[in-house]
């Protein structure tokens, strides 16, 4: 299994704003995984990072908005950039040793944007 | 879309009681996992049923899988004030790599 941790795990931000997360892994994982959830509903999956390459976006998200670093094999960020209210949601992290296996969560931020 | 649907959307019952939730699919699965949320918190693992598998235990809980239906169900017997939370089917289907589909979740409340 795997230890993820995540900081913040809330925050209040103004609009406009911008907001850094991080994701710490308690060992190395090839994939990590953002998710977000927006109050009420199920979690949506915002990009795949995988250390070394570029992340991959799902549909309906983008880098400019969305960027994400992952300098190694056991960190990865997550900023929401230029936030606006329909930004509130948790966000969490994920990771998986592959798509035949467990994935594991971290504990999420919340965010606000006022 | 592949997302999985959890069946009911939310469940009060009894504590002492056991609770049936499901969760229907579209395509086919190399794997379903179930997993716990508690009040906006982080996902917990659950249960991972793969597609050669018809039935797993794990303490209180009981989820089986039928392909043929592409449907899965999680049962938890006795239920207690701790099993409160809201209880998501992921699948993990064939035809895209490294992808885990999210359902809407059941709410369950656990009455004392």
């Known amino acids: 299994s795997a230890v993820i941790s995540q900081k913040p795990s809330r925050d209040i931000c103004q609009r406009g704003t911008s907001l850094t997360i991080q994701c710490q892994v308690d060992?190395?994982?090839?994939?990590m995984f953002w998710y977000r959830q927006q109050p009420g509903q199920s979690l949506t999956l915002i990009a795949t990072?995988?250390?070394?390459?570029?992340?991959?976006?799902e549909s309906g998200f983008v880098i400019d908005k969305f960027p994400i670093s992952r300098p190694n094999l056991t960190f990865s960020t997550l900023t929401v950039s230029n936030m606006s209210p329909e930004d509130s949601s948790i966000y969490l992290c994920?990771?998986?040793?592959?798509?035949?296996?467990?994935?594991?969560f971290g504990p999420g931020t919340r965010l606000t944007v006022l | 879309s592949q997302q999985g649907e959890e069946d009911p959307q939310a469940l009060s019952i009894q504590e002492g009681e056991n609770a049936t939730m499901n969760c229907s699919y579209k395509t086919s699965i190399n794997n379903l996992q179930w997993y716990r949320q508690n009040s906006g918190r982080g996902l917990v693992h659950l249960i991972l049923?793969?597609?050669?598998?018809r039935e797993k235990h794990s303490g209180r809980l009981r989820v089986t899988l039928d392909t043929s239906k592409k449907s899965s169900s999680l049962l938890i017997t006795a239920s207690r004030a701790a099993d409160t939370a809201s209880y998501f089917c992921?699948?993990?289907?064939?035809?895209?790599?490294?992808?885990?589909?999210f359902g809407k979740g059941t709410r369950l409340h656990i009455l004392p």
């Open positions: 049923i793969r597609s050669n598998e």
């Open positions: 992921a699948t993990d289907p064939m035809n895209r790599d490294d992808k885990i589909i």
């Open positions: 060992s190395q994982v090839t994939m």
């Open positions: 990072a995988n250390q070394g390459s570029e992340a991959t976006y």
């Open positions: 994920s990771v998986g040793p592959g798509f035949t296996d467990t994935q594991y």
